[in-house]
């Protein structure tokens, strides 16, 4: 299950998204983000599902990665669908039993609401993520951000501490799993028992997870003072960003795919 969790991970390429300005790229995913949670119908959401579908056709990403991302999301996506299902009311009855009734517009809805996470998760995930390195996703985020500078907002920290914590989710998962497997190899059981006791057996996971964690950290501090990092004050930049006219296009094309979905809303149907 860890090993299908690629939050963080970035995936070289030369696709379309890659070639993308990080800083375009980083407003097109506030678009984005803004055009799944406004759709709140069926025709607004298939649209929102086959611009997902395009974005990840765009990105070069193989679909069996979005999908291995998405299982461990399963349960939530699972959970989400039966809260809308049972506890969404509506006109039409389809089941009743006791205290328990089932709506047609609580399966719609909780239809609905998966698509859209699953829209939600799958885009987010090939827009910023998989197509963008940590370093040019630092540089995007600071460049962003430049103009709070002037009321003394430490932007460079802030974005660099925005990309080591996305850098180090696929070390930080990859340790967990080696950890798993050593104390199982020392007998460990993490799968029988009741709830209590799988609580505890976590104990031998966390303990040298944290210290691993710890210990990353002070490495990770030791080598930026021995290369004398001071902070962004004075820095320059090797690689200088460019937006492309192609860029522009790519953004106001979601644009204006956002605002269409606002127009689609109204359309109902229930």
Known sequence: MLKDITLGQFFPG??????????????????????V?????????????????VLIFMSGIQLKIILRALKPLLFI???????????FKGSTLLFEWRFIKIYKEGLINAALMMIRLISLIAGTSVLLTYTTSPLALTDAIESLFSPLKKI???????????????RFIPTLIEETDKIISAQKAR????????????????LPIIVPLFVSAFRRADELAEAMECRCYRGGEG????KQMKSRPADYVFLAVMTALCVSIFFLNPITII
């Open 14 to 35: 030369n696709s379309l998204l890659h070639k993308t300005d990080p800083r375009i790229k980083l407003i097109i995913l506030v678009v984005y983000i803004v055009m």
């Open 37 to 53: 949670l406004a759709a709140k119908t069926l025709v607004s959401i298939a649209a929102v599902t086959l611009i997902t579908i």
């Open 77 to 87: 996506l699972i959970l989400t669908a039966v809260i809308n299902i049972f506890f």
């Open 152 to 166: 003394k907002v430490p932007v460079h920290e802030f974005a660099l501490m925005m990309t080591i914590a996305l």
């Open 187 to 202: 007998g460990a059981d993490f799968e029988s028992g009741n709830l209590l006791r799988r609580v505890k057996a976590l």
């Open 235 to 238: 820095r320059t930049k090797m």
